[in-house]
Every structure is written in C-alpha cells, then in structure tokens.
Nanobody, 125 residues
Framework: QVQLVESGGGLVQAGDSLRLSCAAS????????MGWFRQAPGKEREFVAA????????SYATPVQGRFTISRNNAKNMVYLQMDSLKPEDTAVYYC??????????????????WGLGTQVTVSS
C-alpha cells in the first residue's frame, strides 16, 4: 500500500529554519507530482508548495514564496521542504501528498490522492 511518512517537524523560534522530509513507498514515485500542505488549528488545510515529477517546475503559496523551497530526490523516493525565516503564522501540521497528475503543480486538496499523517511545526515568537 502507499505510504507517505513526514518527519523533521519541531518547535523553533521565529527566524529559524527547519527541513521537512517525506518518504514515499508503495507507488511509482517518478510518476507523481508531490505537494506540501498545512493545517493550523481551526483552519482548513491549505496549499504550501508542489513540485512536478522531474523536479523542474515548482509552485508556492504566496505567504511562503521566497522563504520555503520544495525539492525531491527520485532515486530515494523523497520530497523535502526547506523552511527558512519561519514566522509564528507558519505554525501548523504539515502534510505531504502525492498527485497522479505528475506533470502539473496543483493547489487543491482534492487533486491529491495520497496523504501522510503530518508533522507538527511550531514557531514561537
């Protein structure tokens, strides 16, 4: 079965950095676009970043543009989210997701077929 397992979350101070990782198994990873989403308490899950199967195209939500970087390693079935200059408003559970439409960077939760269980990121002021 398909498994996406996130890691790397934690408690940091504003201005710090974190690198999230997502390990994928049970799917042909090269065929999938990958995305990161987040969900803060009392809010809907929202798009953060996505990357197509080859890694040549990525897309970011406006609040994280210029601070976050998504990347992938197809040889290791891994996708990463480098988060710099973290702000308290980045506090959320971060989820990794896989989209069978491997050539598009899509932003809707509905477009992603598989999801991880999430990793908590807390940024203190």
């Amino acid at each position: 079965q398909v498994q996406l397992v996130e890691s790397g979350g934690g408690l940091v101070q504003a201005g710090d950095s974190l690198r999230l990782s997502c390990a994928a198994s049970g799917l042909k990873f090269n065929n999938y676009a990958m995305g990161w989403f987040r969900q803060a308490p009392g809010k809907e899950r929202e798009f953060v970043a996505a990357i197509i199967w080859s890694g040549s195209t990525s897309s970011y939500a406006t609040p994280v543009q210029g601070r976050f970087t998504i990347s992938r390693n197809n040889a290791k079935n891994m996708v990463y989210l480098q988060m710099d200059s973290l702000k308290p408003e980045d506090t959320a559970v971060y989820y990794c997701a896989a989209d069978m439409n491997g050539s598009s960077v899509r932003r809707s939760v509905r477009d992603y077929e598989f999801w991880g269980l999430g990793t908590q990121v807390t940024v203190s002021s």
